[in-house]
């Protein structure tokens, strides 16, 4: 049967042609519909594990207790999972073992673009990389049966394009006779100490040479031979770019990019006058073929940043642009915090007290936007607490208040709590807010540890985060109602201005949450037109619902709009009003 | 149409149902017989930025993004949108879009204006220009919530792919309850 499928659920229907048992993430995006689309499998376990290392670690239990598992992450949750990806090489596995790394070439929605295909190489894992959904599917299927065969875990890179891409799907039936998963003790290979691993590491060389030699007759590695005159080694999506723009040009289609396939690079570079790896991101391909002592072509015309396209393509071939309408500059239109969302009012709240924030990485980070413009810093999941701690060391006393930290509540869960176990250990007087939303809200609203239901829908425990952070041993924990602005703001101060460490948590759920108890919608607001006195108090909180609007008669009065298709009535811009211009509908006219 | 692919770009704001439009118009087209490829950034783009879907399909597509300048179609949700992707068109190229501004935050605050005149601008650039009413032609079919549906039948009748798989695709895409109107809908769109 036929479909169409997007990249991510390509990989979910190939895992569960595999015959995978368990699958195990942290969202991130492009990754996150991924783990969404397993369930939909019953016979696959689904869970969001708490970050990206746990989430490997999950996997690489299944696999040791003998059943194909699948782990899946963005490209930097790699940067988590490093720790035990290292040595899962050595131990290699027992069920099949596939780790998908979805990159985020030009960062639509990511702090950096870094090229997984490194860690595969530097882990010393072997590498799949798909160019449409069809791929996915069928590479998934393939890494599960590769991962048995050579005793390696297998990576798979996908990236933005790729996971959020959608093309036609031949679908397949689930894989039937796989081992029936049993404990089995065999510490001599999965027990990394010293001894056991320097006998493993010889064999993990062994297993990427001879990965390599096979790799050469593999069917997803191909040669296509057109025109002679110019060869192209490529891989992923950038294979179809240059199918797209370069159509007679002969190429190397990689499907495998670590190991490289050496003997089919030599054949194919000999059987071309010129040479070029065309390859979005780092010179991976390139540098082995150059180590290789061939001549190719590559990062001089293809930039190392940002993601390739057929029009930058064309461009590095020096092929003619079309011609296309004239543009002239518009007002942009970048993501905004949703009406009604629960964190406006912390980071009016920071912006007024001048407060240093250390942010972190959620919806949240959008309060570095005007006119909130309330975070200073953001570098990776779970670093914002670190960072205040860190900058309390060498600042003033007097500049010491002023160092806030905030972080979502899934983000706190993923990588903060260690942050906040350091700031008490060493007694920073950095404050750290919380903005528990009870969902993870940036990749698409997924459960966590604190919201009380798993990945299946099931109800599960929700952590107690104030009380976590008592346990943790922080004497001062208030939790806040962040739609209250003059009480955010008071406890905010106070706790900036204690010269201990503190935690200030907000209580209000993102207002995306599906479930009908949790994200209660207020009556709807509107504007008092004869109160409005134009002062534009109410605009401070860049809420989309709210809508300045110029004087019909061109002078610079005019007066705030509230959209009642937009507004959840959350009541902060009433707080702001002076003029009691804003209400429930009815309340004012 | 180059290659014999066409090219077809829906462009927006994040929560007007581009996705789900671009998802109907796929099916349709590959329930008719031809390769399908579709692209779009989700993530960043959900919280009310710009969201631009690309959809090609042919006898077999490579890209999933369409080439800039080759765009043989662009289905506008929202007036400044359409216009800001223009440059993705190829010369001569239609234009279908909704007349709908959505201010973005600039807008909003009070620190910049809508942009005027767009839809004259575009018209002068590109003659095979529809701008429709998508909210009056919903409720017209009966249901205001369905003006992307209405507009996906004027885009329809410029594809060559036939009313059944359109059909098919709606069926498949759309929940029960909502079909009926949506289909009633479609048909208004295609008879524009």
Partial sequence: MKTILSGNEAIARGAYEAGCLVACAYPGTPSTEILENTIQYKEIDSSWAPNEKVALEVAIGASFGGGRALCTMKHVGVNVAADPLFTLSYTGVRGGLVLVAADDPEMHSSQNEQDSRNYAKFAKVPMLEPADSQECKEFTRLAFELSEKYDTPFMLRSSTRISHGKSVVELGERATGLAIPKLDKNPAKLVMLPGNARVRHPLVEQNLINLSKAAVSMPFNRIEIRDTSIGIITAGICYQYVREVLSNASTLKLGMVNPLPYDLIREFAAKVDKLYVIEELDPFIEDQVKAMGINVIGKEIISICGELTPGRLRAAFGLPKP????????????????????????????????????????????????????????????????????????????????????????????????????????????????????????????????????LMDKPTNAIDIPLLCKALGVKYVRVVNPLDLEETKRVIAEEMDRPEPSVVITNKPCVLIKRDDVFQKGPVYAVAEDKCSGCRACLKIGCPAIEWRPAEDGSKKGKAYIDSLLCTGCDVCRQLCKFDAIGSVGSVK | MSNSITNILLVGVGGQGILLASEILSE???????????????????????????????????????????????????????????????????????????????????????????????????????????QKLASDAGNVKTANTVLLGAVSKRLNISEEFWMNALEKMVPAKALEVNKKAFRLGREL
Wanted: proline residues 7%; aromatic residues 8%.
């Fill in chain 2, 28 to 134: 349709a087209a590959m329930l008719a017989g031809f390769d399908v490829k579709k692209s779009e950034i989700h993530g960043m783009s959900q919280r009310g930025g710009s969201v631009v879907s690309h959809v090609r399909y042919g006898t077999e597509v490579f890209s999933p993004i369409v080439p800039e300048g080759e765009g043989d179609i662009l289905f506008g949700f929202e007036l400044m949108e359409t216009f800001r992707s223009l440059p993705l068109l190829k010369p001569h190229g239609t234009v279908v879009a909704n007349d709908l501004k959505i201010s973005p935050p600039s807008v909003l605050m009070g620190q910049e204006s809508y942009p005027s005149g767009l839809s004259e601008k575009i018209k002068r650039e590109f003659d095979d220009f529809l701008l429709l009413d998508g």
């Fill in chain 1, 323 to 454: 011609a296309v309408a004239p543009t002239e500059k518009m007002p942009g239109r970048p993501p905004n915090m949703c009406p009604g969302c629960p964190h406006r009012g912390v980071f009016f709240a920071l912006n007024q007290l001048k407060a240093y924030v250390t942010g972190d990485i959620g919806c949240y980070t959008l309060g570095f936007m005007p006119p909130l413009s309330a975070m200073d810093t953001c570098v990776c999941m779970g670093a914002s607490i670190g960072m205040a701690t860190g900058v309390t060391k060498v600042v003033s006393d007097e500049e010491k208040k002023k160092v806030v930290a905030v972080i979502g509540d899934s983000t706190f869960l993923h990588t903060g709590v260690n942050g906040l176990m350091d700031m008490v250990y060493n007694n920073s007087p950095a404050t750290v807010i919380i903005l528990d939303n009870s969902i993870t809200a940036m990749t698409g609203r997924q459960d966590n540890p604190a919201s009380g239901f798993t």
